[in-house]
C-alpha cells in the first residue's frame, strides 16, 4: 500500500539487548517523526526530520536511543541496551512540508522489553 | 502541569448520544489544533484540524477551539459504535515544531 510502513510489527527482547525499528514512509514525505506510546501515557514526542535540515532530537530520552534517516526516505530508530521502562509502542509518521499537522502514521513497532 | 490535559475517561454513551471531548492546555503560543482518532492496535489518524479560534464541522463532528481559554473541543453527533475509539488533542506553534498530544479519551458508543 501507500501508507506508512513500520517494521516489525511486534519485537520481544531481552533487558540489555540493542533494537532497530524500521519505517517507511509515504513516498513524497519530507517530514518524519518518531514517537512512543505507552500505556496511559499518550503520545511522547522523540524524534523528528526535516528534509535536510539537521533533526530535531529534543525528545530523545536518553543517549540509548538514536535515530536516523538515509537518502531523505526510510529510518531506523534504535535503542541500545534496553531497559523495561523502554517497552512501548514505537509510532512512525510522515507529512509534506507545507503541511501543519496532518501526519500520517504507521501502525507502530511494539516493543516488548523481558 | 503538563503542556495538554485530556481526560482519559473511559467514557461510555449509547448510541444515537452526542458526545462532548476536551482538551487544555498552557502554551498559548500554539495555533493549529487537531483531533485524531486511534483503533485498537493501529496508528492514529486525523480526524479535525483547525487554526486559531473558532468552530469547524465536517459531517457530525465540530471541533472548537478557545484560545483565550485555552480549551478545545470536539463534538460528537448522532454517535455510532464505529466511533468507539480512542481520541487524541494535538496542537503545535508552526509547522517546524512537532505536534504535542494529550493521552487520549477512550470512547466507547453501546449499540
Known amino acids: 500500500g501507500a501508507g506508512v510502513s513500520q517494521s516489525p510489527s511486534n519485537k520481544v527482547t531481552e533487558k540489555g539487548k540493542d533494537v532497530e525499528l524500521r519505517c517507511d514512509p509515504i513516498?513524497?514525505?519530507?517530514?518524519l517523526y518518531w514517537y512512543r506510546q505507552s500505556l496511559g501515557q499518550g503520545l511522547e514526542f522523540l524524534i523528528y526530520?526535516?528534509?535536510?535540515?539537521?533533526?530535531?532530537k529534543s525528545g530523545l530520552p536518553s543517549d540509548r536511543f538514536s535515530a536516523e534517516r538515509t537518502g531523505g526516505s526510510v529510518s531506523t530508530l534504535t535503542i541500545q541496551r534496553t531497559q523495561q521502562e523502554d517497552s512501548a509502542v514505537y509510532l512512525c509518521?510522515?507529512?509534506?512540508?507545507?503541511?501543519?499537522?496532518?501526519?500520517?502514521f504507521g501502525e507502530g513497532s511494539r516493543l516488548t522489553v523481558l | 502541569q503538563k503542556e495538554v490535559e485530556q481526560d482519559p475517561g473511559p467514557l461510555s454513551v449509547p448510541e444515537g448520544a452526542i458526545v462532548s471531548l476536551n482538551c487544555t492546555y498552557s502554551?498559548?503560543?500554539?495555533?493549529?489544533f487537531m483531533w485524531y482518532r486511534q483503533y485498537s492496535r493501529k496508528g492514529p489518524e486525523l480526524l479535525m484540524y483547525t487554526y486559531s479560534s473558532g468552530n469547524k464541522e465536517d459531517g457530525r463532528f465540530t471541533a472548537q477551539v478557545d484560545k483565550s481559554s485555552k480549551y478545545i473541543s470536539l463534538f460528537i453527533r448522532d454517535s455510532q459504535p464505529s466511533d468507539s475509539a480512542t481520541y487524541l488533542c494535538?496542537?503545535?506553534?508552526?509547522?517546524?515544531?512537532?505536534?504535542?498530544f494529550g493521552k487520549g479519551t477512550r470512547l466507547s458508543v453501546i449499540a
Open positions: 502554551n498559548s503560543a500554539f495555533q493549529y
Open positions: 513516498s513524497g514525505h519530507t517530514a
Open positions: 494535538a496542537m503545535t506553534i508552526s509547522g517546524n515544531t512537532p505536534l504535542v
Open positions: 509518521a510522515s507529512s509534506l512540508s507545507t503541511n501543519t499537522g496532518e501526519l500520517f
Open positions: 526530520f526535516q528534509g535536510n535540515s539537521a533533526p530535531d
